[in-house]
C-alpha cells in the first residue's frame, strides 16, 4: 500500500501525463519551492504554483506542445519525500530533440507538494535544449 505522499505524487505524475489542470493545479501548494536545475531561460527557483506554472508554459510553448513525460519508472519513498525517476522527450521546431531522464524529489506536506527538487542525468542536453 501506498503511503499518502506516494499516492500525491503518483496523482500528480499521471495528472502531467494526461494534462489534467485541475489535479496539477490541486497537488501543489501555492507557495510550493520548485528548484529546476541547470543554466538556461527555466533553471532556478520557482516560489509559487503560479511560478511554475508560468515555467511550464513556456516549455510547452518553446516545443510547440510536444514535451512529454514519457516514462515513470521509479517512485521511491522516504517518509513524506518521494524520489522519482522520470523520462522526458521534447522536440523544438528547428529539429532539436530532448530525451532525458530525470530523479525529482518531491516533499508532501498536508496533501500537497510544497517542494521539488529537480536533478537532470544530463545537464548539457538540457541547457542545450532550453536555450531561448
Known amino acids: 500500500m501506498k ?3 506516494t499516492q500525491v505524487v503518483s496523482t ?3 495528472a502531467v501525463q494526461t494534462g489534467d489542470q485541475a489535479t496539477l493545479a490541486a497537488s501543489l501548494h501555492g507557495n510550493i519551492e520548485w528548484n529546476q536545475p541547470g543554466t538556461n531561460a ?3 527557483i520557482k516560489r509559487s504554483k503560479e511560478a511554475v506554472f508560468q515555467m511550464v508554459g513556456g516549455m510547452f510553448s518553446l516545443t510547440e506542445n510536444t514535451m512529454r513525460l514519457t516514462d515513470i519508472k ?3 519513498e522516504n517518509g513524506n519525500e518521494i524520489a522519482c525517476l522520470l523520462h522526458w522527450t521534447a522536440a523544438r521546431p528547428t529539429g532539436e530533440v530532448l530525451a532525458v531522464d530525470n530523479i525529482d524529489v518531491y516533499t508532501v506536506k498536508d496533501g500537497q507538494i510544497i517542494k521539488a527538487q529537480v536533478f537532470s542525468a544530463d545537464i548539457e542536453q538540457e541547457n ?3 536555450v531561448r
Open 3 to 5: 503511503n499518502q505522499a
Open 12 to 14: 500528480f505524475l499521471k
Open 42 to 44: 527555466f533553471s532556478g
Open 74 to 76: 521509479v517512485l521511491a
Open 128 to 130: 542545450r535544449f532550453w
